[in-house]
């Protein structure tokens, strides 16, 4: 079975330049993240979407940073416009239905490492 | 505050040696959940175990062991005869139930160098 698919695996921009990343869940995963790893860090969510539906994403910079899953499958995060401070891996994740008691282990994607000049 | 404390930034073993990484959690729900992943250098988390706040019994999985114990709020893992691919950084996360059921809270992560 496939896992979660990223692409691309690294980015070079230049600041204020736009960005697109996208993900490709594991299939049968309805629920898909964005999560935002500085060096050294634990991953931090961005968003969590149910099918198409954004459930959280009060912590998604909203001013330069959106995101979309349309058709509940494939997502894209992008950053418009890109800062020095965005340089990080943007890891996806796509985990089951979240129905307390069965499993909601989250699987990753390999991510992008973005790194903004 | 955090909900996920895992207080040894880095540890080194050299190869064959056991080790024990540490993890802390907060929450006031009665029933969550505790991860652990692993992250190897090519940057993919991979998923270790789940556990349920009302199963305290010990796994063990190979040469990976896990403590889970409710009355100090600890998951710590444990890896017997440490090998060099054991080299990675690990996270452990905790979930809690409700419509936080899917919102994982991850610690900093451990950095293992595990050396020959």
């Known amino acids: 079975e496939a896992g979660v698919v990223q692409s691309p695996r690294y980015k070079i921009i230049e600041k204020k330049q736009p960005v697109a990343f996208w993900c490709n869940p594991i299939?049968?995963?309805?629920?898909l993240y964005w999560y935002l790893q500085n060096l050294g860090q634990g991953p931090e969510l961005l968003i969590r979407?149910?099918?198409?539906?954004?459930?959280?994403d009060s912590q998604l910079p909203k001013d330069r940073f959106s995101a979309e899953r349309l058709k509940g499958v494939d997502s894209t995060l992008k950053i418009q416009p890109a800062e020095l401070g965005d340089s990080a891996v943007y890891l996806c994740?796509?985990?089951?239905?979240?129905?307390?008691?069965?499993?909601?282990?989250?699987?990753f994607g390999p991510g992008t490492r973005l790194t903004v000049l | 505050a955090q909900k996920v404390t895992q207080a040894q930034t880095e540890i080194s073993v050299v190869e064959k040696e056991d080790v024990t990484l540490d993890c802390v959690y907060e929450?006031?729900?009665?029933?969550?959940?505790l991860f652990w992943y692993k992250q190897p250098p090519s940057g993919e988390l991979v998923f270790l175990i789940r556990?349920?706040?009302?199963?305290?019994q010990n796994e063990i999985s190979g040469r990976y062991s896990w403590n889970f114990q409710k009355s100090t709020s600890s998951f710590n893992f444990t890896i017997t005869a440490s090998q060099v691919v054991d080299s990675a950084v690990y996270f452990c996360?905790?979930?809690?139930?409700?419509?936080?059921?899917?919102?994982?809270?991850f610690g900093s992560g451990t950095k293992l160098n595990v050396k020959p």
């Open positions: 929450t006031r729900d009665t029933t969550y959940y």
């Open positions: 556990r349920n706040s009302f199963d305290e």
């Open positions: 994740a796509s985990s089951l239905d979240g129905v307390a008691g069965v499993g909601n282990e989250q699987f």
């Open positions: 299939s049968g995963h309805n629920t």
């Open positions: 979407y149910e099918n198409e539906e954004a459930v959280d």
């Open positions: 996360a905790l979930s809690e139930d409700g419509d936080n059921f899917n919102k994982f809270y």
